[in-house]
Nanobody
């Protein structure tokens, strides 16, 4: 089992920045892909970003490229999501997930085995 805890969410004005953290405990997740997803009220989970086990490969939703950066520190068992130039439409609960080793599946929320409880990001206009 891997336990994930997200932090760093909050209320920010449009154009601002936030850095989310996803800290893992239990079994190490250094061999796994880690993904970030977000979910707005009444909507499905939306892929945000993913990073492979070494940090050498990253992927982003097309609409977020250039504004969000995912990184990981396996020594600290932590993955980060740096978000900048935030927009009101970025408002959502943000969740990290892990438990898959196959990079091909990175955008598919249904295949991730372990999820955090989420952290709320609210962007005001």
């Amino acid at each position: 089992q891997v336990q994930l805890v997200e932090s760093g969410g909050g209320l920010v004005q449009a154009g601002g920045s936030l850095r989310l953290s996803c800290a893992a405990s239990g079994r190490t997740f250094s061999n796994y892909v880690v993904g970030w997803f977000r979910q707005a009220p009444g909507k499905e989970h939306e892929f945000v970003a993913a990073i492979n086990w070494s940090g050498g490969s990253t992927d982003y939703a097309d609409s977020l490229k250039g504004r969000f950066i995912i990184s990981r520190d396996n020594a600290k068992n932590t993955v980060y999501l740096q978000m900048s130039s935030l927009k009101p439409e970025d408002t959502a609960g943000y969740y990290c997930a892990t438990g898959i080793a196959n990079w091909t599946w990175r955008t598919r929320s249904g295949v991730y085995a372990f999820w955090g409880q989420g952290t709320q990001v609210t962007v005001s206009s």
